[in-house]
């Protein structure tokens, strides 16, 4: 088993382009979820995913978007990169909501100039 | 104001020492986790818990309902503990305190 894996593992951008970053995970769990993580903030939520077939905003979901693909995979798109959107981002995955052992992915360190 | 509060922020410890890291929360739980993140970045969950205490190994983890604490705590400490420990509660979505950074000295 694999657990959660990410890609890409780093990225520099310019400010206005776009980019996915994609998870899958292999442990037949139904949910999913984006967090970012900055010096000082902690793990913030940017979205989730409850089932397949759902997503729903968490905590900082503004200039991103995402998509559940299917059960395994979970991306998430920034449309117009801006300077802000600079972070580790991690991908995690749990049997049920937010009430069971998470599993995170390696982490995007992504830098926006 | 964060839900969420970890202290302390930074310790330092020598090995073989006893740890002791503490979270408060302010909001209803469904649960409390406790992450680990060694330096490189990855995150592994470590704990999670709704009442009383856990065990793995040479941590332990406890949870106060009533006060709204939680302790996490590391007997004989050891140089490869050294990380940043991360406190989590989870209602109707995950609130994260900032992290406890580590370090244990040899």
């Known amino acids: 088993n694999a657990g959660v894996t990410q890609t890409p593992k780093f990225q520099v951008l310019k400010t206005g382009q776009s980019m996915t970053l994609q998870c899958a995970q292999d442990?037949?769990?139904?949910?999913m979820y984006w967090y970012r993580q900055d010096p000082g903030m902690g793990l913030r939520l940017i979205y989730y995913?409850?089932?397949?077939?759902?997503?729903d905003k968490g905590e900082v979901p503004n200039g991103y978007n995402v998509s559940r693909l299917n059960k395994r995979e979970f991306s998430l798109r920034l449309e117009s990169a801006a300077p802000s959107q600079t972070s580790v981002y991690f991908c995690a995955s749990s049997f049920r909501q937010f009430t069971d052992t998470q599993y995170f992915g390696p982490g995007t360190r992504l830098t926006v100039l | 104001k964060n839900e969420v509060e970890q202290s302390p922020q930074n310790l330092t410890a020598q090995e073989g020492e006893f740890i002791t890291i503490n979270c408060s929360y302010s909001v209803g739980i469904s649960a409390l986790h406790w992450l680990q993140q060694h330096p490189g970045g990855g995150i592994v969950s470590l704990f999670m818990?709704?009442?009383g205490k856990k065990k793995h190994g040479r941590l332990i983890a406890t949870i106060n309902i009533q006060e709204k604490h939680s302790s996490l705590h590391i007997t004989a400490s050891h140089p490869r503990d050294s990380a940043v420990y991360i406190c989590a509660a989870t209602g109707n979505q995950f609130y994260f305190g900032t992290g406890t950074s580590l370090t244990v000295i040899p």
């Open positions: 995913s409850a089932s397949e077939g759902t997503t």
């Open positions: 442990m037949n769990h139904n949910s």
């Open positions: 818990l709704s009442s």
